[in-house]
């Protein structure tokens, strides 16, 4: 993990935002606490001690807030008739009321230091992430390269071949962390960008004199499936807090983006090209406030499209160009199949009998006509599971049981 230049600001100028933002943000978390220590305010903005003694002799200057005791040496203060006043029209305005922003231009610089294509990979890592899926050496050396180059990848081909899987185990392939901010501020506006949904706290420590605006995650994952939509992509508004989240390629930031089923979203791809046309060339992304005004924030992202359909139809010869990664799955061989199957019994404990996979091939290929999809192992193991569970029996792997499970899952050879 790379250790922060700055540690938790000790004065207001330490921490690249204004004054008076801090002090609003100060007098609503006070407001909305009630009571609270001066070390309290301060684990929850964020800010060193230092930074809360001169908003606090601010808010007593101003006759913001009343002393009402001591605790461990620290001053337990509550807001004022007057301060109440204040925080009421604050909060009327804006009610986040969480850790301190950081300033634009430090979000920028810390997102270019721990770049996404700046990162290590090696092949044993790609074995790693892709455990247990069964990937051929040319296909885990393309993908390797592609994750190196911390761009983009078209990953397409058929339905059913592990374009899924594999785009969901491209974020393990990183050994990382990196440092995401709670919130950045851009032109007195607040943006959230933590997100726990999104980000995975680091279970190391982090140092103790590190900035604790910043919060040490594993690499992001982002995923964004056929709710896709153009909105989606730009500064988002909660209407009942009244401040700004960031987009989801801001969440995704030094880390990676999913388009999974790229192609069926709510968004048209053409759109998604049109805006997307200067990040993913310069590696910057340009957001807009109310009132117009446009700011710049780093696109740094691996980004995965995952689709079906033939990349040529979704994409003209430009934007093709930008997404210097291009891979196809196939359909499996039937060694590739059968290896699959096998992981899939180990996995789901169920007993795999000889010659009981090769069986289920000559099923699928002659028997019911259909090609080797990856995903087949999992969905006939389904059936077979869920046969067991209406009959209250023990889920058994027979030439029977897989013959009923095709009959269930197929259509009979022919129809459409």
């Known amino acids: 993990m790379q250790e922060m230049e700055l540690g938790t600001p000790q004065e207001i100028e330490q921490t690249g935002i204004e004054r008076g933002l801090l002090e609003d943000l100060a007098l609503k978390i006070l407001y909305l606490n009630g009571e609270v220590s001066l070390v309290g305010l301060s684990e929850r903005m964020c800010l060193g001690l230092g930074v809360i003694e001169e908003i606090f002799s601010f808010f007593r200057k101003e006759q913001l807030c009343e002393v009402k005791g001591m605790v461990a040496g620290s001053h337990r203060i509550v807001a004022t008739a007057q301060g109440k006043v204040r925080a009421s029209e604050l909060l009327s305005r804006n009610q986040y009321a969480g850790p301190a922003p950081v300033s634009l231009m430090d979000y920028g610089t810390r997102v270019r230091m721990q770049s996404v294509q700046q990162t290590q990979v090696q092949r044993a890592d790609l074995v790693r992430a892709f455990h247990p899926l069964v990937l051929d050496e040319d296909l885990i050396y393309r993908l390797g390269t592609a994750v190196v180059s911390g761009t983009s990848i078209f990953l397409h081909g058929p339905a059913g071949t592990g374009k899924t899987s594999i785009a969901n185990s491209l974020p393990a392939i990183y050994k990382d962390q990196v440092w995401i901010p709670y919130a950045v501020e851009v032109d007195g506006q607040i943006i959230t960008v933590y997100d726990p949904g999104v980000h995975r706290q680091s279970e190391e420590a982090a140092p103790e004199d590190s900035d604790r605006r910043w919060v040490s995650c594993r690499r992001p994952r982002v995923i964004a499936g056929g709710e896709l939509s153009a909105e989606m992509l730009d500064l988002q508004y909660n209407h009942v807090g009244r401040y700004y989240t960031g987009p989801l390629q801001m969440k995704a930031n030094n880390g990676v983006l999913i ?10 791809p053409v759109e998604l090209f049109s805006r997307w046309m200067t990040p993913l060339d310069r590696r910057v992304d340009f957001l807009t406030l109310p009132g117009g005004k446009k700011f710049e924030i780093p696109f740094d992202l691996f980004v995965v499209f995952a689709t079906n359909l033939d990349p040529s139809e979704l994409a003209d010869e430009a934007f093709l160009r930008r997404i210097p990664n291009k891979i196809r799955t196939d359909y499996a061989t039937p060694e590739q199949f059968i290896a699959i199957f096998r992981v899939e019994c180990a996995t789901r404990l169920l007993d795999c009998e000889e010659g009981v996979a090769e069986h289920l091939v000559k099923l699928i290929t002659q028997g019911m006509k259909q090609p080797l999809s990856h995903c087949y192992a999992r969905d006939l193991i389904n059936q077979i ?30 129809k459409s």
Not at 386 to 408: D, F, H, I, K, S
């Open 259 to 268: 388009m999974d089923d790229f192609g069926r979203q709510r968004m048209r």
């Open 385 to 414: 599971y869920w046969a067991a569970a209406y009959l209250g029996v023990e889920p058994r792997l027979t030439r029977n049981t897989l013959e009923q499970a095709c009959r269930n899952y197929f259509l009979p050879a022919g």
